[in-house]
């Protein structure tokens, strides 16, 4: 009987050993600090009393400082859309994109434990000197005018994939794969003008472009939807030139932007933006990308000239 009874009270021991060690363990994210003391500094490099923009590199360096922060995030206005990068150490440089002196808001966020944060905005003026490749210049425009329209004769003219990624591509269009659906994608025109050394137009000459009316920024008519042709009036544009800067490097790049004036602005494929980047561009051949409503979208676009 012994036994037993040192069985039973083992298993009883056992038991409340048990329990005691279900008991649900009660965790605390401590105090919530914000960072505190957030002081960003913005160098725009070579500003003098003489040059107060810059020297025109365009490019700035930025340094952010705060007690109890564990990362820092810094958008420098360059979209629309606020687009935050990491500011790993609370530093970086960088080289901004618009050609001539332009005013930018740049935004930094230190992040504190448990999410919190606190955000400074400066605005900055910065100028850029930046000149076209003269071959690109030449290639689009043959120094004088030249008009361009969607190559529908070959495979992939129309593609779409991630932005940072342009080896994926998730959809290529065939050959005349807008043809039925779509007609205008192919017959309305691109004129690329040099109206000065270093001034430039673009008109569409269409009476419809190609778009579809929940993924646009171009003005659409009640009640538009989907992809479909819609109609659009003809006019010139004023065109410029910037660096691109998307880490795509040449010769899978030029490194260089073309912008559409207007927030409307576009050519091929009224998408949401009014930025192209060239990919590759010769006497008859270009290859561009532009980004989506998602900014993280890419269409990629192949023209051929008529003249």
Not at 7 to 17: E, P
Not at 107 to 132: H, I, L
Not at 228 to 243: E, I, S
Not at 252 to 264: A, C, E, K, L, W
Request: hydrophobic share 40%; glycine share 8%; aromatic share 12%.
């Amino acid at each position: 009987m012994k036994t037993v009874k040192l069985f039973k009270t083992g298993f009883f021991l056992a038991l409340l050993l048990l329990l005691g060690s279900c008991r649900e363990t009660e965790y605390s994210l401590g105090e919530l600090t914000p960072p505190a003391n957030l002081v960003v500094n913005i160098e725009i490099v070579g500003q003098t009393p003489a040059t107060p923009n810059g020297d025109g590199s365009g490019d700035i360096n930025v340094t952010a400082t705060a007690r109890n922060v564990i990362a820092y995030k810094i958008d420098f206005g360059l979209t629309p859309e606020p687009n935050f990068v990491p500011l790993v150490d609370g530093r970086v440089s960088r080289k901004m994109t618009r050609t001539g002196t332009h005013p930018y808001t740049i935004t930094v966020v230190a992040y504190g434990a448990g999410g919190s944060s606190t955000t400074v905005t400066q605005q900055v003026t910065v100028r850029m000197d930046w000149v076209v490749n003269p071959v690109i210049v030449t290639n689009l425009t043959n120094n004088a005018s030249k008009t361009w329209v969607v190559d529908r004769s070959v495979d992939a003219h129309f593609r779409v994939g991630p932005w940072a990624d342009p080896a994926t591509i998730w959809w290529s269009a065939g050959i005349d794969d807008k043809v039925d659906a779509a007609p205008c994608f192919y017959t309305a025109q691109y004129i690329f003008t040099r109206t000065g050394p270093a001034t430039f137009t673009v008109r569409v000459v269409s009476p419809l472009i190609f778009a579809n009316a929940s993924r646009t920024n171009l003005p659409m008519p009640a009640g538009a939807a989907g992809e479909a042709c819609y109609p659009f009036v003809d006019r010139t544009r004023a065109l410029t030139f910037a660096p691109a800067e998307t880490g795509i490097l040449p010769p899978f790049s030029t490194q260089t932007n073309f912008i559409v004036d207007g927030i409307d602005g576009f050519v091929g494929y009224g998408s949401a933006s009014n930025t192209y980047e060239i990919l590759e561009i010769t006497d008859n051949y270009m290859y561009v990308r532009t980004r989506g409503v998602n900014a993280f979208l890419a269409w990629y676009l192949k023209f051929r000239p008529i003249n």
